[in-house]
């Protein structure tokens, strides 16, 4: 990976982290073929190790290293004093990384931090936790989950479980008010529980896997930055207890 001295991509509120206690963050190995029927045959790339060694650039949050669910992990958590607040966005930008077209695979974990609203609309809190790819500037893509919504008894909701949505122009609420029901669907995940996102991305289109599954839960074949190339971010909503691990990359 190329070495960047800079880091534009994350403007305010961003700051660099700074190398802190060691964390291996390791590729999972998976057989050539999947051994469970339904599940999807993987190759996985190289890892990205989230280390003394990794330059981060972070916007709104501060990066905890904790164990979690049997794993060390690293945590995305607001600002000192700004942990009640509900419209702003984490990000861990990788500086070093570039990504134009390939594989990305991630385990996320994603839950409502307490004391925020559990009601199942939309002024509800989901523990919204996901990836950004291909970022430049101000532009980026991304694929997220909301596990709060996963198995509500509202199938409305349910079907908002996973969502796309590109920086700066194309927001979720957008992108639902002019093509309800194409950029979001419905996946089974656990509020809490690790999660492996796939994320396969080729020239202007991109398809979403969750849990090792054969088939995508979500496809996007117009990428609204078309053919394009930039950096990777670990991203949450502020309201989310997000954690992350196993980071790989296949171009």
């Known amino acids: 990976m190329q070495r960047v001295a800079c880091h534009p991509e994350l403007r305010a509120g961003s700051a660099v982290l700074k190398p802190v ?7 999972l190995l998976f057989p050539a073929a999947a051994s469970l029927r339904g599940q999807r045959t993987t ?7 989230l280390d003394s060694t990794t330059k981060l650039a972070l916007k709104n949050a501060r990066v905890l290293w904790v164990d979690y669910r049997g794993r060390r992990a690293l945590k995305l958590a607001p600002l000192q004093g700004h ?3 509900v419209d702003q966005e984490m990000a861990a930008l990788l ?3 570039d990504f134009k077209d390939g594989v990305i695979e991630l385990d996320v974990a994603g839950a409502r931090r307490e004391g925020y609203s559990t009601t199942e609309d939309v002024s509800g809190f989901k523990g919204i936790v996901g990836l950004s790819f291909r970022i430049h500037g101000d532009s980026a893509e991304r694929f997220y989950i909301r596990p709060e919504n996963s198995r509500v008894n509202n199938q409305l909701f349910r079907n908002r479980s996973t969502q796309y949505e590109s920086d700066p122009d194309f927001p979720w609420q957008r992108l639902r008010q002019e093509n309800p029901g194409v950029y979001e669907s419905y996946v089974d995940v656990e509020s809490g529980a690790w999660t492996k996102l796939r994320i396969e991305v080729s020239g202007a289109k991109a398809k979403l896997y969750v849990n090792g599954a054969a088939q995508p839960c979500l496809v996007v074949n117009d990428l609204k930055h078309g053919e394009s190339r930039g950096k990777i971010a670990l991203w949450a909503r502020i309201s989310s207890e997000a954690y992350f691990s196993n980071l790989t990359v296949e171009p």
């Open 43 to 49: 190759s996985v790339g190289p890892a990205i190790p």
């Open 95 to 97: 500086i070093e990384s």
């Open 21 to 27: 206690k060691r964390l291996a963050v390791v590729a």
């Open 83 to 85: 942990e009640r607040d």
